[in-house]
């Protein structure tokens, strides 16, 4: 038994506080200060695990992040090397994510994921000027055809070839059809210096020089007759021969 330090009544020893003043006894006390410490233990130990899975999950985002943030690099630079828009056009996503989810978690942008967009809006660009390059250097064609066109009129029906016609005719054929490998949008610069020898049915133009690309073209323009003049072969090697088309003319270069 224990006596209850403010009315003196008498208490079973396990008793919290006294049934007649409410006073906490001793072992009251030693009780409430042993649940208050297990409820900051417990409290303690919650807060230790919400740190401990806040700190898993930020190292996953962390390594997602690194991860997404190397991808977008990784598909960026292969598009940008490769000229292939779709490929770039995956890294800008990635790389979009990534700067997404490192702002979500709170993380710094990886430079990766910086990178990898730069990479890809510089190669969508250039594609895009490309394309825009392409589409003018077509029309621009397309106005030299009508031009030469309105230019021959009938002047290919004359029983004989002259000089400016078989010009024109030329650059006509390889405005239309190119020369080897390059395309007709890369035919530049045309001259018509050589001599024109001509028969009945057939003509050539020699030393017909222009621009192919980046190097320059000196080739022969053979010319044959049926209802009028047409351009058979631009090639390297003489009329007289065969006629070798342009590619494999160029080939054989």
């Known amino acids: 038994m224990v006596t209850c330090n403010r009315c003196g009544a008498e208490l079973p020893l396990d008793a919290w506080e006294c049934p007649y003043c409410r006073t906490v006894t001793a072992h009251g006390f030693a009780r409430r200060e042993a649940e208050a410490a297990a409820f900051r233990a417990e409290a303690e130990a919650d807060r230790a695990r919400d740190h401990a899975f ?10 997602s ?24 056009l995956v ?6 994510r990534s700067r997404a989810l490192a702002r979500r978690v709170g993380l710094v942008i990886p430079t990766t994921a910086t990178l990898g967009i730069v990479l890809a809006v510089t190669q ?39 000089q400016p016609t078989a010009c024109k005719l030329a650059e006509r054929f390889l405005l239309q059809n190119g ?3 390059h395309s007709e949008t890369s035919i530049e610069r045309l ?3 050589g001599a024109l ?21 000196r080739a022969n323009a053979c ?12 090639q390297e090697r003489n009329c007289s021969g065969p006629a070798v088309p342009p590619a494999a003319a160029s080939s054989a270069r």
Do not use: N
């Open 54 to 63: 806040a700190s898993a999950q930020r190292a996953e985002a962390e390594r």
């Open 65 to 88: 992040l690194q991860r997404s943030s190397r991808h977008a690099l990784l598909w960026s630079l292969a598009g940008f090397v490769l000229c292939c828009s779709p490929l770039a």
């Open 91 to 96: 890294g800008l996503v990635l790389g979009f």
């Open 124 to 162: 969508m660009l250039v594609f895009a000027a490309a394309i825009v390059f392409g589409i003018h250097a077509q029309m621009q064609v397309d106005a030299r055809l009508e031009a030469l066109e309105r230019e021959l009129g009938t002047e290919p029906d004359q029983p004989m070839l002259s």
């Open 179 to 181: 020369y080897g490998e």
């Open 191 to 193: 001259r018509c210096d």
């Open 197 to 217: 020898t001509q028969t009945a049915s057939s003509a050539a133009l020699e030393a017909l020089e222009f621009e192919a690309g980046d190097g320059k073209v």
């Open 223 to 234: 010319f044959s007759r049926g209802a009028r003049w047409s351009v058979t072969a631009v």
